[in-house]
């Protein structure tokens, strides 16, 4: 049994070779296997996967394939990929070049100024100015998140927005930037933090394109 | 992990708060002894009702925004969403729930909240 763990070019740089890779050429396209790993999904193996796949990406692009796509042995790789010939080769165009940054974004102004118990100088706050408060806030937010995706949008190729995970965390979304642009990226990420101090970002990356390898 | 950083806030742990989630979705195990049946279906009941309550709240801020409520419209509105605040407070801290435990995710669709 083998673990097909990337699509890429054909041909393309040698593979790595530390880590008992194989390719698998198929009409233009490379499947990348490894032998299946023999144990459960555990946290060492997903990051055993996600080192491979770095490793490759340093010098190739690629369509990551998703952990656990395991198939009997290198001809049925090359069925599976000749099925999808047309599909893989654009998804491999569509990220030719670029990389994934991922972008969080959490609130760091205090969330507590809209709560329930809250008392204003020995007096329980109204009604009115709880629900104000908090409609204040939150158009505070979504305007700081408008302001920040905007241009950030502007300098990647393409952007996928994950829904958010409450209650701090106001948005979360993985970005297709190629590769020369990913310095001025971060930069204007520094900036948009400068800017933003009720916001706090967190931008990691160069990640392989694992947002954009599907459409 | 570190060398992936390319931007950080100084207040990095911030970012941490759902860090051990890799193990929780490996290990996931179903645990059928009373108390925890009390307390799933506790956390089951308590996520839809805030996610009514956050429904609900997100109508009456376009309502307020949109100027149609009078001054006493208002104010019954927010003292009843402060109420409703504070009882799913209360609950919650009684099943021993965190604010984080009360989303469902639902895997390819995403988190319910």
Redesign the interface.
């Known amino acids: 049994m083998i673990d097909l763990i990337a699509i890429t070019d054909h041909p393309g740089p040698p593979l790595p070779g530390s880590l008992s890779l194989r390719a698998v050429p198929v009409d233009g396209l490379t499947a990348v296997c490894a032998p299946a790993e023999r144990e459960d999904?555990?946290?060492d193996a997903?990051w055993r996967r996600e080192e491979t796949i770095e490793a490759l990406m340093a010098d190739r692009d690629l369509l990551p394939v998703r952990y656990g796509t395991r198939l009997e042995d290198d001809a049925a790789a090359a069925r599976a990929v000749t099925e999808r010939r047309a599909e893989l080769g654009a998804a491999l165009d569509r990220v030719r070049g670029a990389v994934e940054?991922s972008l969080?974004v959490?609130a760091?102004d205090d969330p507590g100024e809209a709560?329930?118990?809250d008392e204003t100088g020995g007096r329980t706050r109204?009604?009115?100015?709880?629900?104000?408060a908090?409609?204040c806030l939150?158009?505070r937010r979504d305007a700081g998140v408008r302001t920040l995706h905007e241009p950030l949008s502007t300098l990647a190729r393409a952007s996928v927005k994950?829904?958010p995970?409450?209650?701090?965390e106001l948005l979360r979304v993985a970005y297709l930037v190629d590769r020369p642009a990913?310095e001025g990226f971060?930069a204007l990420?520094?900036r948009a933090?400068r800017s933003s101090p009720g916001l706090?970002?967190?931008?990691?990356?160069?990640?392989p394109p694992y947002s954009f390898a599907e459409r | 992990m570190s060398d992936r950083v390319l931007h950080a806030p100084p207040d990095l742990e911030l970012f941490a708060a759902d860090r051990p989630e890799i193990e929780d979705a490996l290990s996931r195990r179903i645990n059928a002894d009373p108390e925890n049946v009390q307390r799933g279906l506790a956390q089951l009941v308590l996520t839809v009702v805030e996610l009514l309550r956050q429904i609900m709240e997100r109508q009456a801020l376009r309502r307020i925004d949109g100027d149609t409520l009078s001054e006493e419209q208002v104010e019954r509105l927010g003292r009843t969403f402060m109420e409703l605040d504070k009882r799913l407070e209360e609950l919650r801290l009684e099943f021993g729930l965190d604010e984080e435990d009360l989303n469902i995710n639902l895997g390819p669709l995403g988190n319910l909240l």
């Open positions: 999904a555990t946290v997903l940054l969080r959490i760091a709560r329930a118990d109204s009604g009115a100015d709880y629900i104000r908090k409609a939150v158009a994950r829904p995970r409450p209650p701090l990913v971060t990420v520094a933090q706090r970002l967190l931008l990691t990356g160069p990640w």
